[in-house]
């Protein structure tokens, strides 16, 4: 059985940090690649950013891209997202996924996604 748990979220000030992690179990991690999406309410699940399974790729969307840093530990079975320079408008619900695809963006890719975990940030 395949989990993916997310931790990390909270409430913090614009301008301010969060570290989110994945735990992955059930699977053979090494052989994945990884992606952190995010939805706002009201709004479609979008794409953050994305690592290969090795580690030596990755993309992130224009929006995040000089403040979002994506890294694993396979040893760990576990991804993070370390998430700097918060803004209001990156308040969403933030969603770790697996692929079969390295630098995947579309959603439909990914197949077991997590429950996610809240970004609130406050202005």
């Known amino acids: 059985q395949v989990q993916l748990v997310e931790s990390g979220g909270g409430l913090v000030q614009a301008g301010g940090s969060l570290r989110l992690s994945c735990l992955v179990s059930?699977?053979?991690?090494?052989?994945?690649?990884m992606g952190w999406f995010r939805q706002a309410p009201g709004k479609e699940r979008e794409f953050v950013t994305t690592?290969?399974?090795?580690?030596?790729?990755?993309d992130y969307a224009d929006f995040v891209k000089g403040r979002f840093t994506i890294s694993r530990d396979n040893a760990k079975n576990t991804v993070y997202l370390q998430m700097n320079s918060l803004k209001p408008e990156d308040t969403a619900v933030y969603y770790c996924?697996?692929?079969?695809?390295?630098?995947?963006?579309?959603?439909?890719?990914?197949?077991?996604w997590g429950r996610g975990t809240q970004v609130t940030v406050s202005s």
């Open positions: 690592i290969s399974w090795s580690g030596g790729s990755t």
């Open positions: 059930g699977r053979t991690f090494s052989r994945y690649a």
């Open positions: 996924a697996t692929s079969y695809v390295d630098g995947a963006t579309r959603p439909q890719v990914y197949d077991y």
